[in-house]
């Protein structure tokens, strides 16, 4: 009686009463369901014991703070839904191209009973996508650097309002030559922050020179290479918006080595708030990102898709704000470089 109302074999069933866990999220709480409304109670003296529930995390990359955000917020989450978070790489290294094998990668998460997966900035193919909706995976990507199709649910934050602001913020401080030392060209982010950064010279009337807009990575090292390629031009920018917190730092170290002072002869602002933007020398301006919220979003997102439930939106950005420290001061009405 129990199958037939939730529409399952008596095998899976069974299944869901003896704590199996090769079975979908989904089905196990239909099944769940109509024990509830049936009434069900174990009998006396038999142990049940109830599956553990496993979300994936997937980072292409673990070794930066924006990560440990991201990661904070999904366990949180995860504790008070009472789901453990099991932490993975890619199964193909980044350098490879996208995630593969797309098949056998799905089958053994859904082979181990997972609710789904969420991803975090790494890039999807189309064949990944369809091979988790095939094997009736749920997905949630944070960040993404693409988005195949546009029925994948994402989470993100208000990038081009952020790229607005930053550059805004800069303009109200009398700088003009404002460069954007950008992550990868490819990422949506980077394209969103981008725009915000033209829109706002725009409004105020600058136009946008290309030699002051390069596309690199989100690592210190991306930033430092891009910030002594923009500090070496015949008339290099008085302000630079980095397109993270990690970047801009590299930017700071690209200007104290061909001796300027940040803020005093460069203005900086990254992106993301995190902990090496209040820990840096000067502390650094920068558009926050609330990271740990995303992750919570993301996964009671994930809970809500492994429970059957539909959406209002695939996409949901939170919003982002400008956070003043000390890397950003007026520009200087006489002198220049």
């Given at each position: 009686m129990v199958a037939d109302a939730a529409g399952v074999s008596l095998p899976t069933a069974s299944k869901v009463l003896n704590g199996r866990a090769d079975v979908s999220a989904a089905t196990r709480a239909r099944v769940a369901e109509v024990l509830r409304e049936f009434g069900y109670v174990p009998?006396?003296?038999?142990?049940?014991?109830?599956?553990?529930?496993v979300a994936d995390l997937v980072f292409d990359d673990l070794r930066s703070t924006y990560s440990l955000e991201i990661l904070r917020g999904v366990t949180e989450a995860g504790a008070e839904a009472g789901v453990d978070v099991v932490v993975s790489r890619p199964p193909a290294s980044v350098e490879s191209?996208?995630?593969?094998?797309?098949?056998?990668?799905?089958?053994?998460?859904?082979?181990g009973?997972?609710?789904g997966l969420i991803v975090v900035t790494s890039e999807l193919s189309l064949a990944q996508v369809e091979s988790f909706a095939r094997a009736g995976l749920p997905l949630v990507v944070i960040d993404p650097l693409n988005l195949p199709r546009v029925e994948v649910t994402?989470?993100?934050?208000?990038?081009?309002s952020g790229g607005l602001a930053a550059t805004e913020h800069l303009l109200g401080l009398g700088h003009r030559r404002i460069a954007y030392a950008g992550g990868p060209l490819e990422a949506s982010c980077s394209q969103a922050r981008l725009h915000g950064y033209r829109a706002a010279l725009e409004?105020?009337?600058c136009a946008t020179d290309p030699e002051l807009v390069l596309h690199g990575g989100f690592q210190y090292g991306d930033g430092l290479d891009m910030g002594t390629r923009l500090l070496a031009l015949d008339m290099p920018p008085t302000a630079i918006f980095a397109g993270n917190d990690a970047a801009a730092l590299g930017v700071m170290e690209a200007a104290r080595r061909r001796g300027l002072r940040v803020p005093e002869d460069l203005s900086v602002v990254g992106f993301d708030d995190?902990?090496?933007?209040e820990r840096s020398t000067p502390a650094l301006t920068t558009v926050r990102q609330p990271l740990q919220d995303m992750g919570r979003v993301a996964l009671r997102t994930?809970?809500?898709?492994?429970?059957?439930?539909?959406?209002d939106s695939h996409h949901v950005e939170l919003a982002t704000n400008l956070v003043v420290r000390d890397s950003t001061a007026r520009i200087p009405d006489q002198g220049g470089r």
């Open positions: 009998q006396a003296g038999r142990r049940t014991v109830a599956p553990a529930r191209g996208p995630l593969t094998p797309e098949d056998t990668w799905a089958q053994r998460l859904r082979s009973g997972r609710e994402s989470v993100g934050a208000t990038n081009w409004n105020a009337g995190t902990v090496l933007a994930l809970l809500r898709l492994a429970a059957g439930e539909t959406l």
